[in-house]
């Protein structure tokens, strides 16, 4: 009966013993595979998120890709605009000044460039810093498999290659710095011939005008009425026209037979590459005029310079270096309504000057 009572209670005593060790076994395991579940979707988060910046790299590298390639047009384009302003003089100002825009553009396109890839430079070098502790982490705690360890050196391959499209590209922006600091220094030393070419012509002009007026001051002495005031020879329009009329008289046709032979003689003189102009300037009073004929002082001032620029055209002066202009009578001479301030404002003005 005592043996029967200690097998009974050694029975007793042995199996809770056995539940216990399994439960924390079975506890055991399924913490294990929580770990590995838990590590398996971070895993895949990290490579997603690592694909998805891959993939919006490439883009951006497309889109710097195309735009050197209109870099290299626009370069292109202002290769023809440099041989076009050393073909032509006379358009070298304006190409010049649209140069040195485009220039200005460029260089603003080159640096905004090269902020983009140092800030590109940066993301993949956090990138590549941060999958390698992703894979150091990974494989310190041995749950990196085969195919993943594939998956991760792929990553840093590419963005090995990334890193060498960038260099490249950097690389080729010095070099667009560089002819870009060439046309620079092309086109200031174009400007400072222009401007010695301009500044030429200006004095040259210059000196065939002094002649011009001296002889006119010559041959014109004698009429108390004509006036000069700068670079202008003023001519009362009663010695030419009568009043209310742009119909020429024999004493203004007199005056400009002289006008036209001093004329005559200095352009021969002149050379062709000076592009010179007569302009001949017509003004009224301030009395309003209308009539069927000149409804305002506009038509009245317009109509007399365009005669004296046909009678000069009979004496032989070339059409194209004539100009005729009418300014009514808004830009008097002299102040006031007396006899005197009317006479004056009544007037043609002649001037000699580039066109």
Same mark, same amino acid.
């Given at each position: 009966m005592i043996g029967s009572r200690r097998r009974t209670k050694s029975s007793i005593n042995v199996w809770p013993g056995y539940v216990d060790a399994l439960s924390a076994l079975l506890m055991l395991v399924i913490f294990m595979l929580l770990v590995y579940v838990v590590s398996q979707l971070y895993l895949s988060q990290t490579l997603s998120d690592r694909n998805t910046e891959l993939a919006r790299l490439n883009d951006r590298l497309s889109e710097i890709s195309t735009l050197l390639g209109l870099e290299e047009q626009k370069t292109a384009a202002l290769e023809d605009a440099m041989v076009s302003v050393q073909n032509s003089l006379g358009a070298s100002i304006a190409v010049n000044e649209e140069l040195k825009e485009d220039l200005d553009e460029q260089e603003e396109l080159l640096l905004a460039r090269q902020y983009d890839l140092q800030a590109q430079a940066m993301r993949i070098e956090d990138m590549e810093s941060a999958v390698e502790e992703t894979r150091r982490e990974l494989e310190d705690e041995?749950?990196?498999s085969a195919s993943?360890?594939?998956? !991760?050196? +792929?990553?840093?391959?590419q963005i090995a290659a990334l890193q060498n499209q960038l260099g490249k590209i950097a690389a080729a922006l010095r070099l667009q710095e560089d002819l870009t600091e060439e046309k620079e220094a092309e086109l200031a030393k174009v400007g400072q011939r222009l401007n010695t070419l301009l500044a030429e012509r200006v004095d040259r002009l210059e000196r065939y005008q002094s002649e011009f007026f001296g002889r006119l001051r010559e041959i014109l002495e004698d009429n108390e009425n004509i006036r000069v005031v700068g670079d202008r020879f003023l001519l009362p329009s009663e010695l030419l026209f009568a009043s209310g009329s742009a119909r020429l008289g024999l004493t203004g046709m007199e005056e400009l037979d002289k006008l036209a032979d001093v004329l005559?003689?200095?352009a021969e003189a002149i050379p062709d590459d000076?592009?010179? !102009?007569? +302009?001949i300037d017509g003004h009224t009073d301030r009395i309003p005029i209308n009539t069927p004929a000149?409804?305002?002082n506009w038509e009245l001032s317009t109509a007399r310079a365009v005669a004296v620029v046909r009678?000069?055209?009979q004496e032989g002066v070339p059409?194209?270096?004539m100009a005729a202009a009418g300014f009514g009578e808004f830009y008097p001479v002299a102040e006031g309504m007396t006899e005197e301030a009317l006479r004056k404002n009544r007037r043609?003005?002649?001037k000699l000057t580039n066109r």
């Open positions: 041995e749950l990196l993943q360890r594939a998956l !991760i050196q +792929r990553l840093s391959d005559l003689n200095v000076i592009d010179w !102009i007569l +302009r000149f409804p305002s009678y000069l055209a059409q194209d270096r043609i003005e002649l």
